[in-house]
Structures are given as C-alpha cells and as structure tokens.
C-alpha cells in the first residue's frame, strides 16, 4: 500500500473548489515545476525557437533551449544523444553538455517527449572548436 502525505488545509480548500491538487513527494514536498501533467497521445510535440548559446568551444557548458510545449519528460538531445536535461518551464528546457568532442561544424539539438512520442524541429549549435581543441582545455 501506498503512504500519501496528508494535504494541507489549503490544498485541501483549493481542492474542494475544484482547483489544481498539488501532488506531493513521499517526503511531502512539493515537485511542482510549473508544467502540467502529461496524457499520452494529447502533447503537442515540442518545438524549440532559440538556443543559448549558439555557437562555443568549450567542452562543458549549460545549454538553455527556449520553445513551446515541453513537458516534464522532454529531454534534450545534442548531436542526438540524451542530456541531463532540467525542465524550468513549458518554454525553457536547460542541458548539461559535458565531455563534448567534435570536429568543428555545426551540431544538431532537438527535443523530444517520449509521452507524445515526438521530436521538435532541429536547431544547430555552430561547434567552433576541435577534437583535439577538447581534449586540452580544463574542465
């Protein structure tokens, strides 16, 4: 059987007008990030508008992506592999790049929700840097 924490009477009260509950953690916290739950099939898919930033060298960066229609499971994918991605909003995801090797040129970045079952647009990162530029600078 499952615990739930015990709601507070202000969630409670919202609930009884038929507002947004809250979900709690298992240690009554509350994970609420600002996006709304997700149903399968229902997700738009995402599409992103802006990177920031656009162009860089450096092995280890954040990457901030700035779009609409992400959710809580949207991942960033640069030069299609999954990041560690931090949904701030439905209109801004943030990926840790760390490690990143290429040949200079320009590198794809995409979204994707696995819930929808669909990819955004591709944007590309100009990877100013080489490999072995990579390989030499400090993290």
């Known amino acids: 059987m499952a615990i739930r924490p015990t709601p507070t009477q202000a969630e409670n009260d919202l609930a ?3 507002n947004n509950v809250l979900t709690k953690t298992a240690d009554g916290s509350a994970p ?3 996006v709304p739950p997700e149903t399968p099939g229902t ?3 995402p599409v992103i508008t802006t990177i920031a930033p656009t162009t860089g060298a450096a092995p ?3 990457l901030v ?3 609409s229609n992400f ?3 949207c991942k960033v994918l640069f030069n299609n592999a999954v ?3 931090n949904v701030i909003s439905t209109q801004r995801l943030s990926a840790a ?4 090797t290429h040949a200079a040129g320009n590198i794809p970045v995409k979204v994707h929700d696995p819930v929808a079952s669909a990819d955004s647009n591709v944007v590309q990162f100009n990877w100013t840097g080489t490999m072995e530029d990579s390989r030499r600078r400090p993290a």
């Open 97 to 100: 790049i760390s490690g990143f």
């Open 32 to 34: 609420d990030t600002g």
């Open 71 to 73: 959710t809580g499971s």
């Open 83 to 85: 990041q560690t991605t």
């Open 60 to 62: 280890n960066f954040t």
């Open 43 to 45: 997700n738009p898919p």
């Open 65 to 67: 992506v700035n779009g």
């Open 16 to 18: 009884a007008l038929g």
